[in-house]
């Protein structure tokens, strides 16, 4: 297994996923630990409104500091906009690989454009600058999702296993995420064990490593997330998205 980037130093791309007003606690923790561990600015993964019950609003607190985690050089993604899936048509995917929240699995591609633009306009509006990308739900992704973020233009998506250009088709980075899950002790033991694997492996040339508001519920996956970032680390050093496309 082998990134797509090589001739440099190895890469690690980190990021805080589902960043809202609903999880500013969780957030703060999981931004501390990357801090103290070596990463001080991951990729900040932004949900406009969380479930519909938080919305970010222009002007208030949480988008003052928005705009201040972007000036400091965090790079700001669009990350869906409900993060709840309420077609109940995502199949397979969305009832095993996610509690619901695969919200661009089944959406067509007018409705996923809707709501891409309206995030990134809303987004764009408080940092002042253009978003770095989109990341659907539990990245995953339906043709109507591909489509809208083929039409909007937007330079950098990710799922599962790749990093790409979604307008030119161009892959950026193929490698897969490390991540980590709470949502069942089935879920959690597995993760563990995945995360543990990882650092035991001849690693490719870029790493990813997301974590996610959940995971601060459990001691031993916070151990798990700074002892992994700890090992990545002596290889990978962290890196920007937006340096893919410069160095693909």
């Known amino acids: 297994m082998t990134g797509t980037i090589m001739g440099s130093m190895p890469r690690l791309l980190a990021s805080i996923h589902d960043v809202?007003?609903?999880s500013e606690g969780a957030f703060d923790r999981l931004h501390a630990l990357f801090a103290v561990t070596g990463v001080p600015t991951p990729a900040l993964l932004v949900v406009p409104n969380h479930w519909g019950e938080a919305p970010i609003r222009p002007g208030t607190p949480?988008?003052?500091r928005l705009r201040a985690l972007a000036d400091a050089g965090h790079e700001?993604?669009?990350?869906?906009w409900f993060h709840r899936d309420d077609s109940g048509?995502?199949?397979f995917r969305a009832k095993h690989m996610t509690a619901g929240e695969g919200e661009f699995l089944a959406l067509d591609a007018a409705e996923a454009a809707r709501r891409i633009a309206a995030g990134k306009a809303l987004l764009e509006d408080i940092i002042g600058r253009p978003v770095t990308g989109f990341v659907a739900p539990a990245w995953l992704y339906g043709d109507g999702a591909r489509e809208a973020l083929r039409m909007a233009a937007i330079p950098l998506a990710e799922d599962h296993w790749r990093v790409w250009n979604p307008t030119t088709g161009a892959i950026l980075a193929k490698t897969p995420v490390i991540t980590w899950a709470s949502r069942t002790p089935m879920r959690l033991r597995s993760s563990l064990l995945v995360a543990a694997l990882a650092r035991t492996l001849s690693l490719p040339s870029t790493m990813r490593l997301a974590v996610h508001?959940?995971?601060v519920t459990s001691p031993a996956l916070l151990?798990?997330?700074t002892t992994t970032l700890r090992s990545l680390l002596k290889t990978h050093r962290p890196t920007r998205y937006a340096d893919l496309g410069h160095a693909a």
């Not at 700001?76 to 869906?80: E, M, N, R, T, V």
């Open 89 to 91: 048509q995502g199949g």
């Open 20 to 22: 809202g007003p609903r």
């Open 76 to 80: 700001i993604f669009l990350h869906g």
């Open 62 to 64: 949480f988008a003052t």
């Open 223 to 225: 151990a798990s997330i």
């Open 213 to 215: 508001p959940g995971d």
